[in-house]
């Protein structure tokens, strides 16, 4: 990763990736400012139409269809603001694609099922789902796949007007272990989003590490596979994820030979900020995201001898 970093490539997507970030505030602003002075002429013009008395046509009309105008202007303006990220992380993607990833398949208007998502048990169950950006390519002899996704609770208003409203979103990926276990654990964060725990795999695990208690929620089918997993080096880097990410953190193994990692932080941790520029600061923290299969790889050391087949304890 830090050869990633270090290297020309990524020093070159910056420079590329802060000229687009100018060019979007340029047409941002554009489309913004004379959205603003369309509207603010219309309802001028409109008022002044109603308190002259005037049988102006134009007052009358132009006034409305200036202002209509001016909105969707500043539609477009703020569309082109939450675009920029989309966009960003389409340039950056490629780059870790090349340099990291193996064999990588890529669909944004594909993602994960319902079942995959739910089935972690880290997510209260939505009544409507959606998953996008699809990913599957291999790592260090390892296999992931991934995608965004977005839980949405249904409300109802006292007209009856049905209405359903996000409660959770952001990224989660599946990792195929080498070796299958016969356990399974949990680690949620205990936060504010839709994370609440729906189907523990076994009783509640604390550790000696008195942070990491309050940080997550720890289950396992058996304490002695979950300490062997959660060694303190590896609660330590846990700690650290969480440290590096907007939003939460959970992490499961689970299904005989799955690793599953959820980032919930409402596409937060690798916004693209309009006016900020893109220094290799910023630059850092989106390549981290979207190379954040490989960091769990590395970092929780998935290709030693512990997660080979029939190796230590089962």
């Keep these: ?64 269809i200036l202002a209509v105008v001016g909105i969707v ?31 990588v398949t890529r669909n944004r208007k594909a993602g994960l099922s319902r079942q995959e998502v739910l089935g972690t048990g880290f997510f209260i169950a939505p009544d409507r789902f959606e998953s ?48 299958v276990f016969q356990q399974s654990l949990q680690i949620v964060e205990a936060g504010t989003f839709g994370s609440g725990l729906t189907m523990a795999v076994g ?20 304490q002695q596979f979950f300490f062997y997993v959660m060694t303190p080096q590896v609660q330590e880097k846990i700690m650290a994820f969480e440290n590096s990410l907007k939003g939460e953190f959970h992490m499961a193994i689970k299904d005989g030979n799955h690793l599953y990692l959820a980032i919930e932080d409402q596409g937060e941790s690798a916004k693209v900020p309009l006016f900020k520029p893109f220094d290799k600061e910023v630059a850092k923290k989106v390549l981290l995201y979207l190379s954040f299969p490989a960091i769990a790889i590395d970092e929780l050391d998935l290709t030693s001898n512990k997660y080979q087949p029939n190796a230590g304890v089962k």
């Design 203 to 222: 009783p509640k695990v604390e550790t000696e590490y008195i942070a990491f208690n309050r940080k997550f929620k720890c289950y396992a089918s058996d």
């Design 73 to 103: 202007l500043m539609i477009i303006a703020f569309a082109i603001k939450s675009g920029l990220s989309g966009k960003v992380h389409a340039l950056m993607g490629q780059l870790v694609d090349s340099a990291l990833f193996d064999n």
């Design 132 to 179: 996008r950006n699809f990913v599957n390519a291999g790592y260090k002899g390892l296999n992931f796949k991934g995608s965004s996704y977005i839980l949405y609770r249904r409300q109802k208003d006292s007209q009856g007007h049905v209405t359903y409203v996000p409660y959770s979103s952001g990224t989660i990926y599946i990792i195929t272990l080498n070796r």
């Design 1 to 64: 990763m830090e050869k990633l970093l270090n290297s020309e490539a990524f020093e070159g997507l910056i420079s590329s990736v802060e000229a687009l970030r100018l060019k979007t505030k340029k047409r941002f602003l554009i489309c913004l400012f004379i959205g603003l002075a369309l509207l603010t002429l219309g309802i001028v013009l409109f008022v002044v139409a109603m308190l002259g008395d005037s049988e102006s046509g134009f007052l009358f009309l132009g006034g409305p």
